[in-house]
């Protein structure tokens, strides 16, 4: 069975930092391209990150400069390093999974990705 879990969300200010952690079971990761989405309220699910098989990684807009996805395969881990918080980062975030994808990809469409974990809720306030 393959399954997903996040973790790391809180609430934090603007400007503050959090590190989400995803860890998987059931395959192997390097088996795997990876995704990091998020959504808020009233908004569609968009892409933070994507990292490859090989270690290669694509941002979003939003996430560009700020942010860093990083993957530990032995430990089967993925990481969102989330840096210089705003107001506007405030959603559900989302790892993702696609099966037996070619090394190279860095998924940036949600329906690419086959498994989904359950998201952790990453809040930004003053």
């Known amino acids: 069975e393959v399954q997903l879990q996040a973790s790391g969300g809180g609430s934090v200010q603007p400007g503050d930092s959090l590190r989400l952690s995803c860890w998987v079971s059931?395959?192997?990761?390097?088996?795997?391209?990876m995704g990091w989405f998020r959504q808020a309220p009233g908004k569609e699910r968009e892409l933070v990150a994507a990292?490859?098989?090989?270690?290669?990684?694509v941002y979003g807009d939003s996430a560009r400069g700020r942010f860093t996805v990083s993957r530990d395969n032995a430990k089967k881990m993925v990481y969102l390093q989330m840096n210089s918080l705003k107001f506007d980062d405030t959603a559900v975030y989302f790892c993702?999974?696609?099966?037996?994808?070619?090394?190279?990809?860095?998924?940036?469409?949600?329906?690419?990705?086959?498994?989904w974990g359950q998201g952790t809720l990453v809040t930004v306030s003053s």
């Open positions: 059931g395959f192997a990761l390097d088996d795997y391209s």
């Open positions: 993702a999974a696609d099966v037996n994808a070619i090394y190279s990809n860095t998924p940036q469409d949600p329906a690419d990705y086959d498994y």
């Open positions: 990292i490859s098989r090989g270690n290669s990684a």
